[in-house]
């Protein structure tokens, strides 16, 4: 059984930074993302990683945000610098052991495991 816990969300001003980690017990070398949800909108995807570390963000943060992972599989993270208002929304990671095709690394339908999210907050 998979778990996901993350951490490290809260409230900042615009153009701060924000680093969002997530803490995975039961699994090796999955396919993992991050995703997003705001109030009245449809969950998307944010940035994703697979086993072999390859990275795919989604357009309206690349250049401001990272993913990535502790060499042992175990943590999964995101930095995030230049926050914006639009970056509010509640954060989850997410896993999965069969996703390969890098079509659909962003798109939350594809992933089994979820976490139960955290919170980021930027004010203006």
């Known amino acids: 059984q998979v778990q996901l816990v993350e951490s490290g969300g809260g409230s900042v001003q615009a153009g701060g930074s924000l680093r969002l980690s997530c803490a995975a017990s039961g699994y090796s070398s999955y ?3 991050w995703f997003r949800q705001a109030p009245g909108k449809e969950r998307e995807g ?9 990275t795919s963000y989604a357009d309206s943060v690349k250049g401001r945000f990272t993913i990535s992972q502790d060499n042992a599989w175990k943590t999964l993270y995101l930095q995030m610098n230049s926050l914006k208002p639009e970056d509010t929304a509640m954060y989850y990671c997410a896993a999965d052991p069969d996703l390969r095709d890098r079509r659909y690394l962003l798109l939350p339908s594809k992933y ?4 139960q999210g955290s919170q ?5």
């Open 31 to 33: 396919c993992m993302g």
């Open 46 to 54: 944010v940035a994703s990683i697979d086993s072999d570390g390859s």
């Open 112 to 115: 089994a495991w979820w976490g």
């Open 120 to 124: 980021v907050t930027v004010s203006s």
